[in-house]
């Protein structure tokens, strides 16, 4: 290894935020030709302002990036890609009514008129080289998660990258499209390109990568060799400390039915059928996984359940403790709170529906409390104190509770929104990819305040897309495949490739799935 | 090494803490004044003392000046403060000037149609309920408009602005006695109608506005309304997860935001003017968007850049006539510290870095 030259290296990188936050803190890098490198950190470690750095979009304060051994400065996107350096982001970067080569042609200065039949071919040349599947002249509009994935993945090979960075590349994908991923992958180390990825699945990290570099707070702390890795030595390194990796899975507590929902038709406001006749019942004290691709309907089914989804067909009904039921339908947040009906709902979107993010963490607290009382005033005592509750509780690492909620980090800002949902004392929860983001141990965090709130009697509806955490939290999981129930099946005796199966089709479907 | 480190590069500063922020803005201004004094010399060849002590005189040379400065301030600082509801929902209201001149028609009609047939008290209260309500109607129609069909509210209230100048210019012409296009004073022997003077002619608006700064703050900053109006404005999705009436928060804002702008035209031409004309607003429905928006707000912050355009406007008069300069130099000046007012702003939110010397680096 001595002998061999990097690939690239960074060292002594040193990358500040104001004055006070340090991202990134003298961290010298290396990653080799044909190595896939493993970028393992929790939230806010400075993992993505790192490889920004590489990608040209930030400029580090001290240190310096070498090539080959050359120094070279990045100062724009445009220069890192004239280095064979490219990243694919989290959030795709493409023109939705243009074609897969239209996209990947885009923004390349070339002499003479553009041949789209040339593009085409080298297009269709790089995708059996490393076993891509693409139709270039499909349009992104028709395109699946893991194909517009594909095309940005394409588009930095068609540049001639020779070292990707992929930030968070699995967390939209199902478990056959991750593995598809993977093994072009290494078809891709194999031709003598260097990855690094960024993720915080740990059986991924283990299965795809030759090494693993691991930051903690701004800090590069150690690297190993996969080989001679394991889940646990690696969790403890990352988070500083020992760490339990258990999730517990508490026998459910009296589970009556709670929701019931049947014949569920949900379209959106272009009229595509999101959710197709879905029936399922819900119960006190366990919980509920939701499995699928995403954009399967799982946002419609929640918020279908949470009053604010106009639906087509069906019925929702609560069930008291009597056994009477209430119908659901139709009604507003505010309406089925009227009714008594404790329902809570932590959103996918955390800052843009869940909280204010330019609020701060009383007034924050507030949002579902404000309306008691029949002064026109509002109380801040309550809300406040709520806040340090939370706060305390849960460690959230807040300046104060006078901080505005965006300046939190993604863990933080998750504690503070299920610490305020789960406050109320609800009989039903749902949460939407409650643990998207979050690093393993404040992952840890939410599945112990989950189990906490099923202990209690709720009926909680977890809608995930780690299909290991799924299985080893849910009571029974629902798995929906293009708006369609494909089965409900037992947590206890679920199997990842099953699922990863329904999750593609429909026509298996042994139960649940009601089209009569 | 670095040689192609950029030279400068602009972070965003994470706080700046109140003190330094307003020592940033203070500096700014005097920062506005010399380069206004360098400009100033190199224009006009004027003594900028000159050109500043006249516009001191302007504003505070007599005390018929700084009463006429209070109460336009006091204009001004009313139209802010209706505004201010509506922006802080992003709802915005560029109609400032038509809801005015709407209380304005309805309080004229009212003082020329029905005097005498109602006692005086009675009259002014229903002119003034009247007025209210032609300012409240112009602000909820582009108000339910954008609640129910999601019209852009911007365009909206600014075209209210012409067709409210329109109806103006309309009844003027059809009211005016002998067709001169001109209502003159109303009442103006029997002055039936008129708001009566508390100490002199200009107190009134200033006590209208301070009681509506109070209130504006409490209204916004403790009230549920105001907590509502907030949400819709950061996050209308927020809004609707838990359980907010975004429409009704809309409408509901908008008939506050246009009633006080009602309530300021019943006391232009009731209280002030005691006429109806098509210009008597004077563009401050638009003046009053800087007033709220340099003050984020803030009722009482208002207060302040309230004053301060009003004072430039006047000291710019001033120095027009004193120095006989052309008018446009007026706004020149008023341009710079404006300019370096909302540039300052700029600093308070990031940080600019310079590339360290490189003679450092090497040592």
Redesign the interface.
């Known amino acids: 290894m001595e002998t061999k030259v990097p690939a690239l290296s960074m060292r002594h990188i040193t990358k500040r935020f104001g004055s006070k936050v340090v991202a990134n803190k003298d961290v010298s890098l290396d990653i080799y030709s044909g190595e896939i490198l493993a970028l393992l950190g929790e939230n806010g470690s400075g993992k993505t302002t790192l490889m920004n750095m590489l990608s040209g979009i930030y400029y580090p304060d001290e240190g310096q990036i070498y090539l080959k051994g050359e120094p070279v400065d990045i100062s724009s996107p445009r220069e890192a890609f004239d280095l064979g350096i490219g990243m694919i982001h989290q959030h795709f970067k493409l023109v939705d009514v243009l074609t897969a080569a239209e996209n990947i042609v885009l923004g390349i200065e070339n002499e003479g008129r553009l041949n789209m039949k040339k593009a085409a071919a080298r297009i269709n040349d790089i995708c059996s080289r490393y076993g891509f599947e693409i139709d270039p002249s499909k349009k992104i509009y028709d395109m699946s998660v893991s194909e517009k994935q594909t095309v940005e993945i394409v588009k930095v090979l068609y540049r001639g990258a020779n070292l990707l960075i992929l930030d968070e590349p699995t967390a939209v994908l199902t478990p056959q499209e991750s593995e598809k991923l993977f093994a072009v992958m290494r078809n891709m180390k194999k031709d003598g390109k260097s990855i690094i990825i960024i993720t915080h699945k740990m059986q991924e990290v283990l299965s795809v990568s030759d090494r693993v570099a691991i930051l903690r707070a701004g800090e590069y702390i150690c690297d190993r060799i996969t080989a001679q890795a394991d889940t646990q030595e690696l969790t403890d390194l990352m988070v500083g400390h020992s760490v339990t990796l258990n999730i517990s899975r508490p026998e459910p507590v009296r589970p009556k039915d709670r929701i019931l929902v049947k014949d569920l038709t949900v379209r959106d406001i272009e009229g595509i059928v999101k959710l197709d006749h879905v029936s399922f019942n819900a119960r006190s004290g366990e919980i509920l996984g939701i499995a699928g691709i995403a954009g399967s309907g799982q946002k419609e089914l929640l918020e279908a359940i949470a009053g604010l989804q106009p639906i087509e067909e069906g019925t929702i009904e609560y069930v008291e403790d009597d056994g009477s039921r209430e119908s659901l339908i139709g009604k507003d947040p505010t309406e089925i709170a009227d009714m008594g009906v404790a329902l809570s709902f932590v959103p996918e979107d955390r800052l843009g529906m869940g909280l204010v993010g330019n609020m701060n963490l009383a007034d924050n607290m507030m949002l579902r409390s404000y309306r008691q009382g029949h002064s026109i005033f509002t109380n801040k005592k309550a809300p406040a104190e709520l806040a340090e509750h939370v706060v305390d509780e849960l460690e959230v690492n807040t300046p104060g509770i006078g901080t505005e909620v965006r300046k939190l980090s993604g863990g933080n800002v998750q504690k503070i929104l299920v610490g305020r949902e789960i406050s109320s004392a609800p009989t039903v929860l749902l949460t939407a990819y409650a643990v998207r983001g979050l690093d393993i141990n404040s992952s840890y965090t939410i599945y112990d305040l989950i189990n906490k709130q099923k202990e209690k009697g709720v009926a909680v509806i977890y809608v995930g897309e780690d299909l290991d955490v799924l299985i080893e939290l849910c009571d029974r999981i629902l798995v929906l495949c293009a708006g369609k129930v494909s089965g409900i099946i037992d947590g206890r005796n679920a199997v990842k490739k099953k699922i990863g199966a329904m999750m593609t089709q429909t026509e298996e479907a042994p139960k649940g799935g009601s089209d009569e | ?6 030279l400068i ?1 602009i ?4 706080d700046i803490g109140r003190p330094r922020a307003y020592a940033y803005r203070a500096a700014a201004i005097i920062l506005a004044f010399i380069v206004c004094g360098i400009v100033t010399m190199v224009l006009t060849g004027e003594n900028p003392l000159d050109v500043y002590s006249a516009m001191f005189t302007g504003a505070f040379g007599s005390s018929r000046k700084i009463w006429a400065l209070l109460q336009n301030l006091a204009i001004l600082l009313c139209v802010g403060l209706a505004l201010a509801p509506a922006f802080r929902m992003r709802f915005w209201n560029l109609g400032g000037d038509g809801q005015v001149l709407a209380g304005c028609i309805a309080a004229a009609a009212c003082m020329m149609f029905l005097s005498g047939a109602l006692p005086n008290v009675l009259l002014i209260i229903v002119t003034l309920i009247a007025a209210v309500c032609a300012g409240a109607l112009w602000g909820f129609i582009p108000a339910f408009f954008k609640a129910k069909w999601g019209t852009n509210e911007t365009l909206f209230t600014l075209m209210m602005n012409y067709v409210a100048a329109q109806l103006a210019s309309f009844f003027i012409t059809s009211w005016s006695k002998d067709g001169s296009a001109k209502i003159g004073i109303i009442n103006q022997n029997t002055q039936i109608g008129w708001f009566p003077e508390i100490g002199n002619k200009y107190m009134m608006f200033v006590i209208v506005a301070v009681i509506l700064a109070v209130l504006m703050f409490i209204y916004m900053k ?6 509502e109006i ?2 819709v404005g ?2 209308e ?2 809004a ?4 907010i ?1 975004v429409r009704k928060v809309i409408i509901r804002t908008m008939l506050i935001s246009g009633a006080i702008c009602g309530l300021t035209g019943f006391f232009l031409v009731s209280a002030k003017d005691h006429t109806l004309t098509t210009t008597m607003v004077g563009g401050r429905g638009f003046t009053a968007v800087i007033v709220a928006w340099l003050a984020k707000f803030n009722p009482f912050t208002m207060i302040l850049t309230a004053f301060l355009i009003v004072f430039l406007s006047q000291g710019c008069n001033q120095i027009t006539t004193a120095l006989e300069l052309n008018s446009s130099f007026g706004d020149i000046i008023t341009g710079i510290i404006l300019f370096f007012i909302i540039g300052s702003e700029f600093f308070i939110n990031y ?1 600019i870095h310079f590339r360290k010397s490189s003679k450092k680096e090497a040592a």
Do not use: A, L
Not at chain 2, 11 to 14: A, D, L
């Open positions: 090494m670095n040689n192609k480190t950029p590069h972070t965003r500063r994470m403790y009230t549920k309304h105001g907590y907030s949400v950061e996050s999705r927020t609707r997860y838990i359980g009436k940080r």
